[in-house]
């Protein structure tokens, strides 16, 4: 038997985005985002729900990180909301927003928090969507402009940036599926903003290396994919759907190459790279973040999507509130995977986690032992990778707060902390005690294995 020890300097940290918990998008001279806008269309979110008030955290963000420093978290990832520090995307800086970020870093670090930015987590200014937002190849420019205002303003204190959170969820669900800001389903679109923001990442890198002085890297969700069956056609079909998903955007980044599989997939729509711009792409990251939560199995489909590959949900097995399933040795396997494709970069897990349907008892903590269970067993899955070798440097739960979930609005919970949006309560769950154990144990509290 040995302990579930995690080495000495792995980070441990709780994430966040801006969107989904500040609220006051308008505040003090900020200008709209794409999701400001979306999210007040009629019909587009659960429940009518926005982001206007969400977390109220713009207000109380040195509440939320004293809740954290008591919790023991380490670091924290945060994102920036473009808009509240550029209010039209470029030219003018907004000295209030820019100020909000000031206070939040300083905040962090005075209560030995590290502090982790992302700069892109889907919420482009809506006056750049106006000039065609991440269709329009200038986007690159816009975005580099950007990171150079945030890398001067913060990086004497932020040691870990990320360019972009989930690029593939932006542009699929927000040019392919269109359930996400700004809502538009373009196969000929969808295929230029997946260039551009490639190119943009690249170009927020290479700002970052003019004047960084820390480390610059970029976050991807990943998904590992199993066939149906074993049939030539249903691998076919998981191995087209994991091009689509798991490497469209890690393969250019790490290893200079489209997967052979896109142009065929994309089909008319497709856009053709230059060598030059597949070099640009290719440059060297200092980590990569996973964010994961689920697996899909999918079999063979001539008429579902491009990919032609659909989803078959395996009948009795555990599934969220988000109809996630629950399958911890899929983290363990994408860890691997990263580490053997791509020539085991620095990596961290930038987000995990589940929604449940969470109680709020009249007093007392939230028992939500169906995550304290999730956390358990995926913090052992990153266990069990780093002793394969991967090189895991952190661990960072998603979320630190419920919060709005993009369509699903305030309905699915993803908190530690369970908010009590009317009154704006925040209450510890369980989940936040076992991850706190955790914290203070080094990983001890997650128990032995059986070696
Ligand atoms: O809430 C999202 C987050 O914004 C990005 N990754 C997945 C989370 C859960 O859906």
């Given amino acids: 038997m040995s302990t579930y020890l995690f080495p000495p300097n792995f980070l441990w940290g709780a994430a966040t985005s801006a969107y989904q918990i500040e609220g006051s998008p308008l505040a003090d001279g900020a200008g709209p985002s794409i999701w400001h806008t979306f999210a007040h269309l009629p019909g587009k979110i659960a429940n009518g729900d926005h982001g206007d008030i969400a977390c109220d955290h713009y207000r109380r963000f040195l509440d939320d990180i004293a809740l954290m420093r008591d919790l023991g978290i380490r670091a924290y990832r945060f994102s920036i909301s473009w808009s509240r520090v550029l209010p039209q995307g470029t030219g003018k800086p907004n000295s209030a927003g820019l100020d909000f970020y000031n206070r939040l870093v300083d905040a962090l670090v005075a209560n030995n928090i590290d502090p982790s930015a992302t700069l892109y987590h889907w919420d482009l200014p809506q006056a750049l969507e106006d000039r065609g937002g991440w269709a329009n190849p200038e986007s690159i420019h816009w975005f580099t402009e950007y990171a150079q205002l945030m890398y001067g303003q913060l990086d004497d204190r932020i040691k870990m940036w ?15 599926e269109g359930r996400h800001a700004p809502g538009r389903r373009d196969w000929k679109e969808a295929a230029m903003v997946s260039k551009n923001l490639l190119l943009a990442h690249a170009a927020g890198v290479a700002a970052y290396r003019a004047v960084g002085k820390h480390r610059v890297g970029l976050v991807v969700n990943l998904v590992p994919i199993y066939p149906a069956t074993e049939s030539a056609a249903d691998r076919a079909a998981a191995n087209r759907f994991d091009a689509y998903l798991n490497r469209q955007f890690l393969d250019p980044v790490l290893l200079g190459e489209i997967p052979s599989e896109l142009p065929e997939m994309f089909a008319d729509a497709w856009t053709t790279w230059s060598a030059d711009e597949l070099r640009t792409v290719h440059q060297p990251v200092d980590f990569i973040g996973i964010n994961y939560y689920l697996r899909l199995v999918m079999c063979d489909d001539a008429a579902a999507g491009p990919a032609r590959a659909r989803i078959v949900n395996p009948p009795n097995r555990p599934r969220t509130a988000t109809d996630w399933e629950i399958y911890p040795p899929g983290l363990r396997e994408t860890l691997q995977w990263v580490s053997e494709r791509y020539g085991n970069p620095p990596v961290y897990i930038t987000e995990n986690g589940a929604a449940f349907d969470d ?11 169906p995550r304290v269970e999730y956390l358990k067993s995926h913090l052992i899955a990153a266990h069990e990778a780093i002793a394969s070798g991967v090189d895991l440097r952190g661990y960072f739960v998603w979320s630190l707060l419920d919060n709005f979930e993009w369509q699903s609005g305030y309905a699915k919970r993803f908190g530690i ?18 991850y706190a154990d955790v914290i203070r144990t080094a990983g001890a509290a997650l128990g032995s294995n059986r070696d």
């Fill in 417 to 434: 902390v369970y908010v009590d949006f009317p009154s704006q309560r925040r209450v510890v769950k369980d989940s936040a005690r076992f």
């Fill in 162 to 176: 990320a360019t972009f959170n989930e690029p593939w969820v932006a542009f699929n669900e927000g040019y392919v």
């Fill in 359 to 369: 109680v709020l008892p009249p007093n007392g903590s939230v028992n939500d032992t």
